[in-house]
């Protein structure tokens, strides 16, 4: 006989079925996903595009709990984004934001938080003044507090984390010091007690970064204060000589603005070849900054006058029969073409600083006198630029009929060479 099939198994009504259960990782993917955003706002901000870097760290604010912990390299992100788009005040508010979370700083340092939430709100805090000290000293004490840490750790574990060394923390520290100390040379210079609070928070830096740039160029502006020039010229030197040799993206080498600054201490300690060096860096760059071009061409002015025979003040009444040497020629239509370059950009960029322009006009105009009073035939004198400003349709001769027009009512009488523009 066959045999016969085994009964079927009647199966389980539908509903009684249990679907196969696949993990759930909802919170995870969350958080996940969120640190992918953070990573490329970050890789958005160093490559210079703030605005995709807002819309992402945004993004990924979204994605975390508000007013936690979790949240607060998501705001320190977008209080950054902020600053680079000049909406100084949304930045403040951001950074205010990841203070209230942290206060003094002591959460993780992988959080991103503590040390640059304080030093970012020294300088944007609306009062300054004494407010500004309070957050230097805040970050100060983060960063302090970071240091003596690491050095109990000594450990390789801090450095898979992604902690950031000693040594770097030590640079940031006085840094720190540094801005104390700038502002009072500026906010509070009418205390007392400013000049030594000053001394001693420059000792403090020197002591804990003895080659900081940074902290040798605040050094510089000090001695500059107390008038000791040779000490200044001698420190603004050690200064440079730190990060001068080093690729632009070493972390040695300081911030944009900090080196428009250095130019502008060695133009007033007179070191003009010391001062076209480091604007010819920044500039290369950096094309499009103002403040580059415009204290450029200041400089090659100052450094024409020193090396030509011919007067200073040769629209007063030149000695014709003394003529300008070839160095000095030179040197007047570089100057011109830094000066043109600085006012170009500020009709485009629509720069505020009219201070600025109002020298840079006066310089110019010094500088033409200066070529017609020397009368020698140069190749480029007679020749106009064939290249054009295609955004307002004038070309090199209308630029400088713009130029003698719209400000001839500035006196002539000034020599430019003694001002000094405070941008």
Known sequence: MAQSKPARKKDKPILHRHPPTKPTRTRPIQAETADLLLAQARTLLQRSEPNE????????????????????????????????????????????????????????????????????????????????????????????????????????????????????????????????????????????????????????????????????????SVRISQSRMEDARAALRRSVGVWKDLHPEDDRVPAYATRISLARLLLETEEEAEALTVLERLVAEDDQSVEAWYLGGWTLHIMADKSGSLSSHAEDGPDVDRKASGEQRARWRSSREWL??????YRTLEYEDERLRDHAMELLDVLQRKIAADGS???????????????????????????????????????????????
Request: aromatic residues 4%; charged residues 35%; negative net charge.
């Open 53 to 220: 870097a807002h819309r992402i760290a945004s993004r990924a604010l979204a994605l975390l709990e508000p007013d936690q912990a979790s949240s607060i390299p998501a705001l320190h992100l977008l209080g950054e984004a902020n600053v680079e788009l000049g909406d100084l005040d949304a930045a403040r508010d951001f950074f205010l934001r990841a203070v209230r979370i942290d206060p003094d700083g002591r959460l993780p340092a992988e959080l991103g938080v503590g040390a640059e939430t304080f030093l970012w709100m020294a300088q944007l805090c609306e009062d300054g003044g004494t407010a500004s000290v309070r957050w230097y000293e805040k970050g100060a004490k983060a960063l302090q507090d970071d240091i003596a840490r690491l050095e109990e750790e000594r450990s390789t574990a801090s450095a898979e984390r992604g902690v950031p060394g000693a040594d770097a923390k030590r640079c940031q520290l006085a840094q720190a010091l540094c801005g104390a100390a700038e502002v009072y040379m500026t906010d509070l210079s009418w205390e007392a007690d400013a000049e030594s609070r000053c001394e001693s928070l420059v000792t403090e830096a020197l002591l804990v970064a003895p080659n900081s740039a940074d902290a040798l160029q605040t050094l510089a």
């Open 340 to 345: 043109d370059n600085a006012l170009r950009l």
């Open 377 to 423: 035939p140069h190749e480029d004198d007679d020749d106009e630029d064939e290249d054009e400003d295609e955004d307002e349709g004038e070309g090199e001769a209308e630029d400088q009929g713009e130029h003698e027009g719209e400000w001839e009512d500035e006196s002539a009488d000034n020599d430019p060479d003694k001002q000094m523009v405070d941008a």
